[in-house]
């Protein structure tokens, strides 16, 4: 009875002022961008690093060691005898180096070499310098796909962040979801590092990134939810920051460390950091509002709005019209779903289209972010390389997205980006610094085009299913990324630049299907679905 009591008061509270200067969403009582927001801002930023860890750290977690069948128990020979007379010969990225998963058939009882037949190993040596995982398990060889489907798991793990976590926030409110998932990262973070088989890290690594996305989710929706609209974009660009440090910061944490048990210790105990947020980040006051919490929502509205310096008169009432608006508003999003982005042609094309080209720059950006291997030089240096592409890329998207558009500049990071992969593949080995430059090339533009997607695609699903839309994407996107770990075994059994040339030909059939698509910069975002059906439809 009191609920029904609270909520008619608040309607009838909305209805007594239908003045333009009323206000229709709580950043016009608070603002939307000051001090407040920008303390959020910097406090949520450095989440990015541990993210960012985690999710690439598979790289030198397993990182490549060199291996070679282990000499049988009583054998003195010195490893150079040992590779010169009993391990085959193999050529790997045009060098001649011992076999690393066969050697020569050996009668132990005789020591006499079959230099005729070779025998696969049954156990390994390792170089020293580093410990990998790969040696903690001797996941090489036959057992090397092992290392792929890890990372996949890892992936899924993420995608079932983004379906069960995102209800969860929606249900019971952004903060407790935050906090649960930080438990979930820490607890799964430190029995990954104790595991005792590789399987039982595995499983904990999927917990790992169900926390880790389920956090960032969080912080993604409570900053769309409580910056004003023209300054979201901006937050997409400058919050990456945080992700674009912990990236270049990985390989010299790695080289630092040269260990996988510290390593995961290391990308784990700052987690315990977030714990703080208990105390510094607040529920979100919208999804307090559409749930009538007007209690728990008016303390931070006051804390927003003083921060701000903005005036606190009358702020309960008016917090009580928005509350009545985001009910409204509520209310017309729960009857518009996936199913409605379907149901009509234009909305269905430009649907599709997003969702293939999603799918397209998750699988693209993650193998290429964690193929980095398979290219000549030193792996470190590779990858540091790889992750500094990502800061001019995201500069790129704020200075040219206002400027010239959505449209132009994601055609342009697309094509670019798949030309440059797909010119890798016709450069010869005997030109290493251009095939390295190639590839850098295609991670800065497709880095480019990750950050563009998401403005893009705000604009173009319509108000009432935008959150459908933008989940459905996510959700296909991490279909993408989970098929890109397997990228690495399929050049390993053909050729580096055979995924490179997968990659480049999917991102300039992407660039060709986006021209289709309407520009969105300048134009009024649609509301509803027949909005959304209407813009961009050749008349």
């Not at 700052?270 to 999804?287: D, G, K, N, Q």
Request: hydrophobic share 45%.
């Amino acid at each position: 009875m009191k609920h029904k009591k609270s909520s008619q008061t608040i309607h009838n509270d909305a209805k007594l002022s239908e003045n333009k200067s009323d206000p229709i969403e709580f950043t016009d009582i608070v603002g939307g961008i000051g001090r407040w927001q920008v303390m959020l801002l910097l406090t949520t930023l450095l989440s990015g690093l541990p993210i960012a860890w985690n999710h690439l750290g598979m790289a030198f977690l397993a990182f490549p060691v060199d291996h070679w069948c282990a000499r049988p128990n009583g054998m003195n020979e010195s490893l150079e005898t040992w590779f010169a007379d009993y391990l085959p010969n193999e050529k790997t990225e045009g060098k001649l180096q011992h076999s690393q998963c066969e050697m020569f058939a050996l009668n132990q009882s005789t020591a006499e070499v079959d230099r005729t037949k070779t025998v696969p190993c049954n156990t390994w040596e390792f170089s020293t310098g580093y410990y990998s995982l790969i040696e903690e398990w001797h996941v090489v060889c036959s057992r090397d796909w092992m290392l792929s489907t890890s990372q996949s798991v890892y992936m899924l793990g993420f995608l079932a962040a983004v379906l069960v976590s995102g209800q969860i926030a929606d249900l019971y409110g952004r903060h407790p979801t935050m906090m649960l998932n930080i438990v979930i990262l820490l607890v799964a973070g430190m029995a990954a590092a104790f595991a005792n088989s590789f399987l039982v890290f595995t499983i904990f690594r999927f917990f790992i990134a169900f926390g880790h996305a389920g956090i960032g989710l969080v912080i993604y929706v409570l900053f769309i939810e409580t910056l004003g609209s023209q300054y979201r974009a901006y937050y997409v660009f400058l919050h990456g920051f945080g992700w674009h440090i912990g990236y270049v910061l990985l390989p010299l944490i790695a080289w630092w460390l040269k260990n996988w048990f510290y390593l995961q210790l290391f990308m784990t105990i700052p987690c315990a950091l977030f714990f703080l947020y208990y105390w510094i980040v607040p529920e979100s006051p919208r999804w307090l509002l559409s749930k009538g919490k007007l209690d728990k929502a008016i303390p931070i509205l006051e804390l927003a709005a003083k921060m701000n310096k903005k005036d606190v008169k009358d702020l309960e009432t008016q917090a009580k019209k928005i509350c009545f608006l985001e009910n409204e508003e509520g209310n017309k999003a729960s009857k518009a779903s996936v199913l409605d982005l379907l149901r009509t042609p234009n909305l269905r094309m430009k649907t599709l289209i997003l969702y293939f080209v999603w799918m397209t720059i998750a699988f693209t950006y993650y193998g290429l972010s964690l193929n980095t291997n398979a290219l000549q030089g030193n792996d470190y240096l590779n990858f540091f390389l790889s992750g500094l592409m990502e800061i001019p890329a995201t500069i790129f998207c704020m200075l040219t997205l206002d400027r010239f558009g959505r449209k132009k500049p994601f055609i342009f990071t697309l094509m670019v980006g798949g030309l440059s992969c797909f010119g890798f593949v016709f450069v010869p080995e005997s030109a290493p610094g251009i095939k390295k430059s190639l590839a850098m090339a295609g991670k800065l533009f497709v880095s480019a085009s990750f950050t563009i997607v998401y403005v893009y695609s705000a604009e173009i699903f319509p108000t009432v299913a935008r959150n459908a839309g933008i989940g459905s994407s996510s959700t296909i996107a991490r279909i993408g990324s989970a098929i890109a770990p397997f990228m690495r075994d399929l050049g390993n059994v053909t050729s580096p630049a055979v995924p490179l040339g997968i990659f480049g030909g999917l991102s300039v059939i992407s660039a060709l299907l986006v021209i289709k698509l309407p520009e969105t910069n300048t134009f009024p975002v649609p509301e509803t679905l027949e909005q959304a059906e209407n813009f961009g439809k050749k008349t």
